[in-house]
T-cell receptor
């Protein structure tokens, strides 16, 4: 069965600190996609990044960076120089094909609080 | 381009009633998925529609149903509401949603917060 684990339930940092959100996934498939979403207090999930299982290149987008390591089944997310606006719940998700089609499996989320 | 819209944003019902939630996907998106989010269970997949057909279904009782119209707009219905149905219901749309498009990104709406008293 597929599963996504985000071991950090809540993280608090002070503004300008760097913070890494961990994501570990389980799947037997060789073809799958990994996603990160941000959910601010407004409730809407905001898409951040998508990565397929064949692309292990790390990615940087502004203050955000992602480290994908298949060997450890991890897809970690780092925010550099955090800001108060980064405060949100962050979800890691796995998408793979199953007997019924394809489906997202979300992790439980990590609540990040960035304090001024 | 307008994002995914959901109506209503907030809803209060009593046990035993039924409710219908509506979702309008991003223009051009043909696939719509529904999720239930609760503090205890997190984000759970309800079902997915593509071209007016339910293509995928999560592990929810038959009280939860949905449909998709020819313009890709979707509704979900919950009958005989229970207290445990109180949740944020999120709708997501994606461009193609064909079974081969694993990488199809889902874009989420703001959700409908349902409270069952």
């Amino acid at each position: 069965a597929q599963k996504v684990t985000q071991a950090q339930t809540e993280i608090s940092v002070v503004e300008k600190e760097d913070v890494t959100l961990d994501c570990v996934y389980e799947t037997r498939d060789t073809t799958y996609y990994l996603f990160w979403y941000k959910q601010p207090p407004s409730g809407e999930l905001v898409f951040l990044i998508r990565r397929n299982s064949f692309d292990e290149q790390n990615e940087i987008s502004g203050r955000y960076s992602w480290n994908f390591q298949k060997s450890t089944s991890s897809f970690n997310f780092t925010i550099t120089a955090s800001q108060v606006v980064d405060s949100a719940v962050y979800f890691c998700a796995l998408r793979k094909r199953d007997n019924y089609g394809q489906n997202f499996v979300f992790g439980p989320g990590t609540r990040l609080s960035v304090l001024p | 381009k307008a994002g995914v819209t959901q109506t209503p944003r907030y809803l209060i019902k009593t046990r035993g009633q039924q409710v219908t939630l509506s979702c309008s996907p991003i223009s051009g998106h043909r696939s719509v998925s529904w999720y239930q989010q609760t503090p205890g269970q997190g984000l759970q997949f309800l079902f997915e529609y593509f071209s007016e057909t339910q293509r995928n279904k999560g592990n929810f009782p038959g009280r939860f149903s949905g449909r998709q119209f020819s313009n890709s707009r979707s509704e979900m219905n919950v009958s005989t509401l229970e207290l445990g149905d109180s949740a944020l219901y999120l709708c997501a749309s994606s461009l193609q949603g064909r079974s081969g498009m694993l990488g199809d990104t889902q874009y989420f709406g703001p959700g409908t917060r349902l409270t069952v008293l």
